[in-house]
């Protein structure tokens, strides 16, 4: 019985720490774009129509389903640590200093190539209904949409912890890290405004999404399937042709986005 109540307390541990995560980004995201910034904001908004208290209020109770699965993968991930099968670690003197700078952009690439796949696999006829019609209920997204997920999505999603971790050794804090930038970047796609500078996609960073990649993926449904860089989509041919002249647009004069133009439909799958 001591055992289950172990179980039961780290659950209840990984739940909060979830929670504070997906508050603090969610919260300060809205915040800084709905009071802080709002004048800055306003005419960046990507869609004309605003999502209603009835949307946020399916997101909030979608993100805490989400948020509870994770709770259950960690406490599994627990497990396995237990039996030797996680590389987590505590020790700065574990590994060499290039290793620890190197090996947050390593998971941050790995979950990029991870997201890309599942995302897209998801999208199949006949998974999208099982797996990820929850999240696209969220025709216009908002910083809540972040974790509203289907109990299958949200385990696809979380199994990516446990994998990584038993692939490669990493620090905890490198772990919490990532952790963090995972949800603020989920927060920050799903915003409705457009927070990157006009020329961001002709620059040299226009290798990484933008707020507008992914709401035209909610617009749409198929193409521009990444995370957090353009590289699979580009690759794969999946990114919407038009994807740059509706940043422009959002980021400029902030004209609302009417639509979006997909590339070749046959490989938007």
Same mark, same amino acid.
């Given at each position: 019985?001591?055992?289950?109540?172990?179980?039961?307390?780290? *659950?209840?541990? !990984?739940?909060?720490?979830?929670?504070?995560?997906?508050?603090?980004?969610?919260?300060?995201?809205? =915040?800084?774009?709905?009071? +802080?910034?709002?004048?800055?904001?306003?005419?960046?908004?990507?869609?004309?129509?605003?999502?209603?208290?009835?949307?946020?209020?399916?997101? +909030?109770?979608?993100?805490?389903?989400?948020?509870?699965?994770?709770? #259950?993968?960690?406490?599994?991930?627990?497990?396995?640590?237990?039996?030797?099968?996680?590389?987590? /670690?505590?020790?700065?003197? %574990? /590994?060499?200093?290039?290793?620890?700078?190197?090996?947050?952009?390593?998971?941050?690439? +790995?979950?990029?190539?991870?997201?890309?796949?599942?995302?897209?696999?998801?999208?199949?006829?006949?998974?999208?209904?099982?797996?990820?019609? =929850?999240?696209?209920?969220?025709?216009?997204? #908002?910083?809540?949409?972040?974790?509203?997920? %289907?109990?299958?999505?949200?385990?696809?999603?979380?199994?990516? %912890?446990?994998?990584? @971790?038993?692939?490669?050794?990493?620090? =905890?804090?490198?772990?919490?890290?990532?952790?963090?930038?995972?949800?603020?970047?989920?927060?920050?796609?799903?915003?409705?405004?457009?927070?990157?500078?006009?020329? *961001?996609?002709?620059?040299?960073?226009?290798?990484?999404?933008?707020?507008?990649?992914?709401?035209?993926?909610?617009?749409?449904?198929?193409? !521009? /399937?990444?995370?957090?860089?353009?590289?699979?989509?580009?690759? @794969?041919?999946?990114?919407? !042709?038009? /994807?740059?002249?509706?940043?422009?647009?959002?980021?400029?004069?902030?004209?609302?986005?009417?639509?979006?133009?997909?590339?070749?439909? %046959?490989? @938007?799958?």
């Amino acid at each position: 019985m001591e055992f289950f109540w172990e179980l039961a307390a780290d *659950w209840t541990v !990984n739940f909060r720490q979830g929670l504070f995560r997906y508050l603090l980004a969610t919260v300060s995201t809205g =915040v800084l774009l709905g009071w +802080l910034f709002r004048r800055w904001a306003a005419p960046r908004r990507i869609q004309e129509r605003r999502a209603g208290w009835r949307d946020i209020r399916r997101e +909030l109770s979608f993100s805490m389903l989400t948020l509870a699965v994770f709770a #259950t993968t960690g406490v599994i991930t627990l497990i396995l640590a237990d039996w030797g099968l996680v590389k987590l /670690y505590h020790r700065w003197d %574990s /590994y060499p200093l290039w290793w620890h700078l190197a090996s947050l952009p390593v998971v941050i690439l +790995l979950h990029d190539a991870y997201f890309y796949w599942t995302h897209r696999a998801m999208h199949h006829p006949k998974l999208f209904r099982h797996f990820h019609r =929850v999240h696209h209920l969220s025709r216009t997204p #908002t910083p809540w949409t972040a974790y509203s997920f %289907s109990i299958g999505e949200a385990a696809l999603m979380a199994l990516f %912890s446990p994998l990584i @971790m038993m692939l490669l050794p990493l620090h =905890v804090l490198v772990w919490l890290v990532f952790l963090f930038v995972m949800i603020f970047r989920n927060a920050m796609l799903h915003a409705g405004y457009e927070f990157h500078p006009r020329g *961001w996609v002709d620059g040299p960073l226009d290798f990484m999404t933008t707020t507008t990649h992914h709401d035209l993926h909610h617009q749409q449904f198929r193409g !521009n /399937y990444g995370f957090y860089f353009t590289w699979w989509d580009r690759w @794969m041919g999946t990114e919407f !042709n038009n /994807y740059k002249e509706e940043f422009r647009r959002a980021a400029g004069a902030g004209t609302p986005v009417a639509g979006a133009k997909q590339g070749d439909a %046959s490989a @938007m799958t």
